[in-house]
């Protein structure tokens, strides 16, 4: 019965598990993609924070089609987790706020820059917002800095982002390295979630910088900080993407679509190879069992 109510529940989830992908988010990359067009003309990306694998398999599937060669497109997936092998994707077991992770990459693309990063990495969240905010701005400016290390001149960069009444530091912060910045929000993305994310076009980063692990947001030789209060606040446009006829992340639908005479559960394409929660929930059984 559990796993017919997720289903029921989870739309994207389903149709993941049908279409081979790893993870409901892949739908969320396609779409950001299909409003911003971020894949065109990329043949090096890097996948931060990747497991469980979702957007790498995406990058896979649309660069290919940017180059002759499949051989001339590189996609780097990093995270400090395990992750089940993709073809076609270099991982890099690594911590994205250590030089060495970033020399890595750049060793992995023979000492050329990357066109595109992705990060879709998130916290455990606590439920409570301010704090999920703040935790996820950082990872945000983790992914930032390595970015710097590895983005080439006119770049693009994604990342999830929670929105929230600070969230405008952000946004200035971002202005600082890229031409354009937008905040998007793909139908895939739960609207009762606070996140969204930025699509960040155009690195250009401020004249005389070198990249390094030190917080972009505490440096302030790189800030102007009369931009985020009052009316010289930064204010980025935001977009809602995908097809807002599709299917409502929020909405349960019966376990027949349209078109579909019988309805069959399917595994996840690809369980985590060892998640942290796995010591957790391994400690509460054994807790039961002592119980009982």
């Known amino acids: 019965m559990g796993k017919t109510s997720k289903d029921k529940r989870d739309i994207y989830y389903r149709l993941a ?3 081979g992908w790893r993870a409901r988010s892949a739908f969320k990359l ?3 993609n299909e409003e911003h ?8 990306a ?13 990058l896979t599937k649309n660069l290919r089609q ?40 750049i060793q992995e693309f023979e000492g050329l820059k990357a066109d595109l990063v ?3 990495g998130a916290p455990d969240v606590t439920g409570l917002h301010d704090i999920d905010e703040y935790v996820q701005s950082q990872l945000l400016l983790a992914a930032l800095n390595i970015t710097t290390h590895v983005l080439k001149y006119g770049g693009v960069f994604v990342a999830k982002i929670f929105r929230g009444k600070d969230v405008s530091l952000l946004y200035s912060q971002l202005k600082q390295f890229f031409e354009h910045v937008t905040v998007s929000k793909p139908r895939s993305s739960r609207n009762s979630s606070i996140e969204a994310f930025v699509v960040c076009k155009n690195y250009q980063p401020p004249e005389g910088y070198i990249p390094n692990m030190v917080n972009p947001l505490l440096d302030h030789k790189y800030c102007d900080f009369n931009q985020f209060t009052g009316p010289n606040r930064v204010i980025v446009p935001f977009n809602a993407c995908g097809d807002l006829s599709a ?16 309805y069959e559960y399917k595994e996840p394409v690809q369980s985590p190879i060892n998640p942290p929660y796995k010591e957790i929930l391994e400690k509460t059984r054994n807790i039961q069992i002592k119980n009982t």
């Open 46 to 58: 890097v996948d931060l924070c990747a497991a469980p694998g979702s957007w790498s398999q995406v």
């Open 118 to 120: 992705v990060c879709d």
């Open 37 to 44: 067009n971020i894949f065109k003309g990329v043949t090096r």
């Open 66 to 105: 940017n180059a002759q060669n499949v051989d001339d497109v590189k996609i780097v997936a990093v995270d400090l987790q395990a992750m089940a092998a993709l073809p076609g994707v270099i991982q890099i077991q690594g911590d994205i706020t250590k030089v060495s992770t970033a020399n890595s990459i």
């Open 30 to 32: 396609l779409q950001i």
């Open 17 to 19: 598990k049908e279409e």
């Open 247 to 262: 299917y409502d992340s929020d909405t349960s639908y019966p376990l027949l679509l349209e078109g579909q005479t019988s």
